[in-house]
Each structure stands twice: as C-alpha cells, then as structure tokens.
C-alpha cells in the first residue's frame, strides 16, 4: 500500500513539473510567462519568440535565470537544466553562480598536453605499426614537456622556439618531427575552435627565421652515401658473413625500406620471374609493390634459401629466430663506422639514377615505391614499366659491383 501511494506522488510530482510539450509550445503565441513546474518558464514575448526561463528563490530574493531561446535548447535540455539549478538552489548555492560554474568548466580551454592526447587518440588508428603510435607520443613527452601543462591557446612562438633551439641542429631529424607534430596539435586546436590566428609552430615564414639556420649537411633527411663510395662499401658489406649484413645488401641492391626487408617472407618471392611482390601492409603507401630483382639480388636469395622453405617463413632471419629488429641493420653501418642511414641508401639510389642515367622519373620513383598522384603516370605504370626497371636495377647492381661512372642509355 505504502508503495503504491508513493508512486501515485511521484507522478503527481511529475505532471505538475511537466505541465508543457511539444505541441503546446508550438501553439502558444499570447505574451506570457507559461510554467512547466520545478522553476522552469517558457517567455512568450509580443514579437512571438520563445524563451527558457528559471526562476527561483534564495535567501527570500529571486533568481531569474535565462536558459536560452527555444529555437537553440530543447524541452528536455531546458528541463535538465532546470533541475540542476534547483538542485543548487536546494543546497543553498545560488544557482546563477553556479549555472556560471557549469558553463567555465564547459568552456574551458585545454592545455597543449590534452589536445596533443586527444589528436593522438584520433589519428593513431592510421599509423602503419605501433612504432609510429609510440614515436608520436614519446616526441610529445619528451620534448614538448615545457608546455605540456600550459592551455593551447597561449602557446607561442617563443614557447615552441625554446623547446626546439637545444635539438635543432644536433638532432635535426626529430626537431623536424617534434616542429611538424606541434603544429598539427595547434592545427587541430584552430579547427576546435580553442585558437585564433596563425600557427607558431609554422616554418616557413616563421620559425625559420628564429631558429639557427642549418648548414646543407645538418638538413633533417636521412643522411646518404654519396654514389661514388658505395661499390668500396659493398666489398666491405660483403665480407661480412652475418645475415644482417646480406639483409643489408639486398636493401641497397632494391632500394627497399627497411621494414620492407626485414619483414620480406619466402612466399613473396618468385624466383623464376625474379620478382618480389611486397604486401600492401607492409608498404608505406598501403598499395602491394613488385620490385625486379637483379641477378646480384637472386644471388642473395639463392645463398639464404632452405632447401624446402614454408612459405611464411622470413627470409632474413634473425640469429635467435625471428625477425630481424628495426634497428639491425643501423647498428651493423655505425659498427661498420659509416655515417649514413639504411634509408639514406635510397636517396644514394635516387641521385645515381638521376645524375649517371637517362632513365624516365617515373621509372626512378616507382623504383622506390613513391605514390603518383597523376593520373597519367598511373596509367603508365601498368604498362611495360616493369622491364625497365628490371634493367634500372639491373644497372644499379653493376654500378654497386664496379662503380663504372657512364651515363647509360634510356631503356626502351
């Protein structure tokens, strides 16, 4: 009995706070102030628009507390928001002040470090392998750490210039990454609406004229070996029996990128044909790759390969079984005392290609994997572009083996 009667109240209690709806709103058009119940008016004014008031009383004064116009809050929301002011006002809080608390936090503006995790939470999903996820984060943590706690909106020029001046020219390459991070988490606090007018994390134009101007050699790029070296070098690669050196090799030889190598399996080859079809996972442009294969390339192969290999399994495997790790084949070149990265090798592979022969850019580009966005270039590489890289790469091999310097002709 005693739970039906408080039921019977609770709905009592309910209509008399929800005495308007929908329809009804639509139809009032007398000027008035029209009740809902719990301290929630709909204004009617003679010029017909429509809008949420609160009143209430604290301490024997009124409050009055507009909520905003019909056309930009709901019948629910304004109820919502209702309650919560009498919820205050119950409290002995007064509820404009406390509606202005409500509203502070709701605007408040995020510090760097918040929206730098909030980008990162969106975008990551994007990100080719885990080592990316981390490497965004880490950049962050570590080198923005000065205005990781400061709101986005006073971030500066002379904030991002004083994070950057320590490492810009002793760490070119992560400078460049940690300047072009900030500036998409600035990018993406504009577009949030939590800043105004232009980014300080901008180079050109901007920071370049605030940082230390960098000499040829400090460019953040991967540094390369110069052409002409390269054939000393592979006499001395060669002699060194370790699998990561022939990994090491065959990267050079197909100016392939390092996760394309290390990750490279028996069934991706085709020794007949003398190709190797590189997955689109693995590839940075998402899209499968076939790279001809030079005989010096075959020979690699050939020397490594299980009399019955299964086709999942890796072709330059580590010593201690498993894949070769990221960093292998950089610490063999510095144990080697040579300056250069693996990456580099594929600039080395670029400017002999462009210095020492006539062969098209397009062919040079598609060599090293690189997205055409032409739609012309497109169309070409689904022709006969294969046999002339076939004897791009071909030629590449013996410039590696003799370093012959002659400007060879244009396959046709």
Not at 22 to 40: C, E, F, H, M, Q
Not at 57 to 80: F, H, P, Q, Y
Not at 366 to 374: D, E, F, N, P, R
Request: charged share 30%; net charge positive; hydrophobic share 40%.
């Amino acid at each position: 009995m005693a739970d039906w009667c408080d039921d019977r109240a609770k709905d009592a209690a309910m209509h008399l706070r929800n005495k308007l709806n929908v329809k009804r709103i639509a139809a009032l058009t007398t000027p008035n102030v029209y009740s809902d119940g719990g301290g929630l008016y709909l204004r009617v004014r003679k010029s017909g628009t429509k809008s949420w008031l609160y009143i209430g009383m604290l301490n024997g004064k009124r409050r009055e507390i507009g909520l905003g116009s019909v056309l930009n809050v709901s019948l629910a929301d304004a109820r919502k928001e209702a309650t919560e002011l009498r919820t205050a006002q119950l409290a002995g809080i007064d509820p404009a002040e406390a509606r202005k608390q409500v509203h502070a936090v709701a605007q408040r503006i995020p510090t760097f470090g918040e929206m730098a995790t909030d980008l990162i939470d969106g975008i990551e999903g994007g990100f080719s392998n885990e080592k990316h996820r981390k490497q965004w984060r880490s950049t962050i943590t570590t080198y923005a750490a000065p205005i990781i706690d400061k709101p986005i909106d006073q971030v500066t020029a002379t904030d991002i210039v004083a994070l950057l001046q320590p490492i810009w020219l002793d760490k070119a390459e992560t400078a460049s990454r940690v300047r072009q991070r900030i500036e998409r988490i600035l990018d993406g606090a504009a577009v949030k609406g939590h800043r105004t007018g232009d980014n300080p994390a901008r180079l050109k134009g901007n920071l370049e004229f605030l940082l230390p101007r960098k000499t040829k050699g400090e460019v953040g790029h991967h540094e390369a070996m110069p052409f002409a070296q390269v054939a000393d070098f592979m006499v001395k690669l060669r002699k060194r029996p370790a699998v990561t050196a022939s990994a090491l090799e065959f990267a050079i030889l197909t100016a392939a990128r390092t996760g394309e190598v290390i990750g490279m399996r028996w069934d991706e080859v085709d020794l007949e044909q003398a190709t190797w079809t590189v997955p689109a996972e693995r590839m940075k442009a998402k899209r499968a790759h076939t790279v001809p294969l030079s005989d010096a390339a075959l020979a690699i192969l050939r020397a490594l390969r299980p009399a019955e290999p299964e086709p999942r399994d890796l072709v330059f495997e580590a010593p201690k079984g498993g894949m070769l790790s990221n960093m292998a084949m950089l610490a063999l070149l510095k144990r080697m005392e040579v300056k250069v990265t693996v990456h580099g090798f594929r600039s080395t592979f670029r400017d002999w290609a462009g210095d020492l022969t006539n062969y098209a850019q397009q062919d040079i580009e598609m060599a090293l994997a690189h997205t055409i966005q032409s739609k012309t270039e497109r169309a070409y590489r689904r022709g006969d572009a294969l046999q002339k890289r076939r004897e791009m790469m071909q030629a590449w091999a013996e410039f590696c083996k003799n370093a012959k310097v002659e400007l060879l002709p244009r396959s046709k």
